[in-house]
């Protein structure tokens, strides 16, 4: 888990305005995975990258958008899309089945 | 897709006592079963895992089941303690490409341990 790290812990947005999520791993794991927690919902998968350069959506993806430019990172953008984007994110990287995740950033909306 | 329910959504044992959570999956080609244990604000984390080539599996107080022909599995806690208050998530697994795997959730069972 030390390996995956999330930045920034708290983010706050305004209406209309687009963040970015930070998630960087130095595990050297192929996949990874962005998931959106709401309080009696679990885990919901919004995007995942098996390699870089590319992505496939995820259950939940409307809204948001990703990139995998580096093995390392994958970065989350909620974009002005996504109407209801208060939540807990959570990325994992993952090398065969087992998922680790990062500390999560809480995502809050002015 | 995949489809995984579990139950209970919350459970109150006393400490000391054994606590059972079960959940259902729908695709019969789901292959790894793994458990995660969430704390207030925390990230989840792997508790135990368990494959469709197995039936059980323990690690001291906690253990896994797994039924391939109803499609359950479930988590028993034995000789529970405080500190095993959290919420448990179970998920379902398959093969997303190359060797790597798309999990699916259950919505979570929130676990109290009364002292």
């Known amino acids: 888990d030390g390996g995956i790290t999330q930045s920034p812990k708290y983010l706050f947005r305004k209406e209309g305005q687009n963040v970015t999520l930070s998630c960087e791993q130095n595990?050297?794991?192929?996949?990874m995975y962005w998931y959106r927690q709401d309080p009696g919902q679990g885990l919901r998968l919004i995007y995942y990258?098996?390699?870089?350069?590319?992505?496939q959506k995820g259950d939940i993806a409307e809204g948001y958008s990703v990139s995998r430019e580096k093995k390392e990172s994958f970065p989350l953008t909620v974009t002005s899309a996504q109407k209801n984007p208060t939540a807990f994110y959570l990325c994992?990287?993952?090398?065969?089945?087992?998922?680790?995740f990062g500390p999560g950033t809480r995502l809050l909306v002015l | 897709g995949e489809n995984v329910e579990q139950h209970p959504s919350t459970l109150s044992v006393q400490e000391g006592d054994s606590a059972v959570i079960k959940c259902t999956y729908s695709?019969?080609?789901?292959?790894?079963f793994p458990w995660y244990k969430q704390e207030l604000g925390k990230r989840p984390q792997l508790i135990i895992d368990?494959?469709?080539?197995?039936g059980e599996k323990k690690d001291q107080r906690i253990a896994v089941t797994l039924n391939k022909t109803a499609k359950h599995f479930s988590l028993h806690i034995t000789e529970t303690q405080p500190e095993d208050s959290a919420v448990y998530f179970c998920?379902?697994?398959?093969?997303?490409?190359?060797?790597?795997?798309?999990?699916?959730f259950g919505k979570g069972t929130l676990l109290t341990v009364n002292p």
């Open positions: 994992a990287s993952t090398v065969g089945a087992t998922q680790y």
């Open positions: 595990l050297n794991h192929d996949a």
């Open positions: 368990i494959r469709s080539n197995v």
């Open positions: 695709d019969s080609a789901s292959n790894y």
């Open positions: 990258s098996q390699i870089v350069n590319d992505f």
């Open positions: 998920a379902a697994s398959t093969k997303s490409g190359g060797s790597n795997y798309k999990l699916t």
